[in-house]
T-cell receptor, first 114, second 111 residues
Framework: KAGVTQTPRYLIKTRGQQVTLSCSPISGHRSVSWYQQTPGQGLQFLFEYFSETQRNKGNFPGRFSGRQFSNSRSEMNVSTLELGDSALYLC?????????????FGEGSRLTVL | TQLLEQSPQFLSIQEGENLTVYCNSSSVFSSLQWYRQEPGEGPVLLVTVVTGGEVKKLKRLTFQFGDARKDSSLHITAAQPGDTGLYLCAGAYTNAGKSTFGDGTTLTVKP
């Protein structure tokens, strides 16, 4: 069974640009959530999607957005990049319906903003 | 507001030693998970605890959930270099679709 796949793994952008990250969840998983991981802040929740609807959103500015497609694949977008957006962006899928809170993470997309 | 606090933040030990990592919460969660993350990788789920007082074992790792479901511990017996990594605890609420993570414990096991 394939795991969570994130693309791209690494990318470098400059301030002011925008970036789109992609996530393919484990087959059968309908919930996809996104987290930002930085050395200073740890893992911070961005948002969660279930059946193409955003169900939860963290405390991030509107420059951070996402969406989910009918096949459960998800994308997140960051516009007008800032230096502080440099981080590892992690996508996780889960089998919502079992309510266990268990997350299955991809390897992440490492974003560097110059 | 940091809902989950992990201690210690860093731990460096010799192979064969035992260690305990703690995760304390100001809230009661429906379930609590422990993950291990290696450099350049995403966190990998180790265990889920749900019931107060629950103890789960995974080879040399023992996980315990406090009676009040607000704290948890991870004990590693006879640590090995392969145990090196970042250990994260996370709390989840039923149907919330969101987990709250502690800041993690970075464990280094020296051969």
């Amino acid at each position: 069974k394939a795991g969570v796949t994130q693309t791209p793994r690494y990318l470098i952008k400059t301030r002011g640009q925008q970036v789109t990250l992609s996530c393919s969840p484990i087959s059968g998983h309908r919930s996809v959530s996104w987290y930002q991981q930085t050395p200073g802040q740890g893992l911070q929740f961005l948002f969660e999607y279930f059946s193409e609807t955003q169900r939860n959103k963290g405390n991030f500015p509107g420059r951070f957005s996402g969406r989910q497609f009918s096949n459960s694949r998800s994308e997140m977008n960051v516009s007008t990049l800032e230096l502080g957006d440099s981080a590892l962006y992690l996508c996780a899928s889960s089998r919502q319906g079992l309510n266990t809170g268990e997350l299955f993470f991809g390897e992440g997309s490492r974003l560097t903003v110059l | 507001t940091q809902l989950l606090e992990q201690s210690p933040q860093f731990l460096s030990i010799q192979e064969g030693e035992n260690l305990t990592v703690y995760c304390n919460s100001s809230s009661v969660f429906s379930s609590l998970q422990w993950y291990r993350q290696e450099p350049g990788e995403g966190p990998v789920l180790l265990v889920t605890v749900v019931t107060g007082g629950e103890v789960k074992k995974l080879k040399r790792l023992t996980f315990q959930f406090g009676d009040a479901r607000k704290d948890s511990s991870l004990h590693i017996t006879a640590a090995q270099p392969g145990d090196t990594g970042l250990y994260l605890c996370a709390g989840a609420y039923t149907n919330a679709g969101k987990s709250t993570f502690g800041d993690g414990t970075t464990l280094t096991v020296k051969p």
